[in-house]
């Protein structure tokens, strides 16, 4: 049993429901998942299959009836100050400056160490020079980057971030994967990260969840044996993992048709 | 450019017609003064006013009571409503009754404030305070309740205490909503001084009016109700000149 402290994160079949409008929604169902200490973990699968949720209830931000969510250890009961989020929308608050967004999480720190911080994970997403304004003077792709350094800031061991490069041009996006590894090799941190690019699953994960439709499942869970070399993009085996991937996630889209045609 | 000197001449159409048909009335007409005075008697009563230094007198009593009554009224307004916006207990403690008692107009109020507070400067105050409260209230409140869960969770995620919460992310959310309901405020303070001048008062713009009704001085009446008219509109101008300065951030 020494292993489990190897674990950030442990979920252990986590159910979650929402009751909205009156009907009972099944969001995720039988989620069994450990992140290791370093690891890089990427999650794909359907809208709407409860990946945002997951991410939620990890950070404790979304309560859970069933099952088990530990992190460090600790049954998860509320957010931590060393597990960082980062939202699919970007979520600065728009009367705060950027400066202020990105020192948002950074309490009871002396001015000029809390301005130092803000200034280097500014400079980290290349922001800088946009201290003083606002978020609606930002461009999507800007303000993504901006809650990218506000999740990073306050140094967490574990980040979470939700379709952190989503709105970013596909230059960016890969700037900002390369940075992304940068970060996680030189910092250590533990990252989640859902993604809808399947491509951007392979080249960062350590592991790839692959979620079924919701109800949230895990179909499968692919280690990737080669990530970080660079030649990744169109080898072989880069290729195999998208058949495999796109495999799963086009049955669920099958089933889905064919719920839709029920349906009407 | 062109959209506004077009919109200024099209606005200004009916009130050429109407100070046209005021000037045809008293010159061709056989109105007596002590119903519509002619354009030119209003204006010398105004001079006249404005010379003798009562008009500025009654204007300074006036606005003197609607600082004192639209302040408290920001105060408890202010406070009430963050209060209610931020806990559903309560919202649903209070909020039921506060709409009953918005039902009732601010002038069904006056009877029962003099009764209890006198012909004094307290009562017009305190009418003041309750014509501006409601709406300062209710506007604060829906600002504040209204902030987007997705910014609430950024401050639990954050473990903002209770306080940093409501000044980081409630406040300034509401901010807007609070200058709505504080332009709203000040209006209704404005009337509201009025009426209450108007039906117990022995100074003030209003008392002038119900003073110069009792004389006859239709002249004095309509000068008093163009100042007020007026004055509301400088206000409220003036107000939402000011509001830029609160909420920085919007372009
Ligand atoms: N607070 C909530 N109340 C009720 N239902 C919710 C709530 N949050 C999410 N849901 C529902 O749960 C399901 C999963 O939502 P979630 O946001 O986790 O999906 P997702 O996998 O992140 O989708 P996407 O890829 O589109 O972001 C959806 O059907 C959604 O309607
Ligand atoms: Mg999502």
């Excluded at chain 1, 030649?231 to 072989?236: E, F, G, I, P, T």
């Amino acid at each position: 049993m020494s292993k489990e402290k190897d674990y950030i994160i442990k979920v252990e079949h986590l159910n979650k429901h929402f009751i909205s409008g009156g009907n009972d929604i099944e969001v995720l169902r039988d989620i069994n998942l450990q992140i290791k200490h370093g690891e890089f973990v990427t999650i794909v699968g359907h809208s709407g299959c409860g990946k945002s949720t997951l991410l939620k209830i990890m950070c404790g931000l979304v309560s859970y009836e069933d099952g088990v969510v530990e992190r460090n250890g600790h049954a998860v009961d509320g957010p931590g100050p060393r597990c960082g989020m980062v939202f699919q929308e970007h979520r600065l608050l728009p009367w705060l400056k950027i400066k202020d967004n990105v020192g948002f999480g950074l309490k009871g720190l002396p001015k000029e160490q809390r301005e130092a911080l803000v200034k280097e994970h500014l400079e980290l997403v290349g922001l800088k020079g946009f201290e003083n304004s606002y978020p609606h003077q930002l461009s999507g792709g800007m303000s993504q980057r901006a809650a990218i350094a506000r999740g990073l800031a306050n140094n967490p061991t574990i980040l979470l971030l939700d379709e952190p490069f989503g709105a970013l041009d596909a230059l960016t996006r890969i700037q900002m994967q390369k940075e992304i590894t940068r970060i996680q090799r030189e910092q250590g941190t533990t990252m989640v990260m859902v993604t809808h690019d399947i491509d951007e699953a392979i080249v960062l994960g350590d592991r790839i969840v692959v979620m079924s439709a919701r109800p949230g499942q895990i179909k499968d869970i692919i280690t990737v044996e080669t990530r970080g070399q660079g030649h990744m993009r169109n080898s072989d085996e880069f290729t195999y993992y998208k058949k495999k991937i796109y495999g799963y996630l086009f049955e669920d889209a099958q089933e889905e048709q064919y719920e839709v045609e029920y349906m009407i | 450019m062109k959209t506004i000197v077009r919109k200024t001449i099209v606005a200004l159409i009916i009130p050429i017609i109407l100070i046209l048909a005021w000037f045809y009335a008293t010159t061709r007409g056989n109105i007596p003064d002590g119903i519509l005075p002619s354009i030119s008697k209003v204006w010398q009563a105004f001079l006249e006013m404005v010379e003798s230094g009562q008009l500025q007198g009654d204007l300074l009593v006036s606005l003197s009571r609607v600082v004192k009554g639209y302040l408290c009224s920001i105060v408890f307004g202010v406070v009430l409503g963050a209060l209610i916006g931020m806990s559903r207990t309560m919202k649903e403690l209070l909020f039921p009754l506060i709409t009953v008692i918005r039902q009732i107009p601010i002038i069904a109020w006056i009877p029962l404030i003099i009764l209890w507070a006198g012909i004094g400067e307290e009562s017009k105050v305190v009418i003041i305070v309750m014509a501006a409260f409601f709406p300062i209230l209710v506007n604060t409140e829906n600002g504040i309740s209204q902030t987007p869960e997705s910014y609430r969770e950024v401050a639990k995620l954050y473990k903002l205490s209770q306080w940093k919460t409501f000044t980081k992310v409630y406040l300034p959310h509401a901010i807007p909503q609070i200058l709505v309901g504080l332009k709203l405020g000040l209006g209704t303070s404005w009337m509201a001084v009025v009426a209450a001048e108007l039906i117990a008062a022995t100074s003030g713009i209003g008392y002038r009016m119900s003073d110069a009704r009792s004389l006859m001085r239709a002249d004095v009446v309509i000068v008093c109700m163009l100042v007020i008219g007026l004055i509301g509109i400088v206000m409220d101008k003036l107000l939402g000149s000011l509001f830029s300065l609160f909420t920085p951030w919007k372009k």
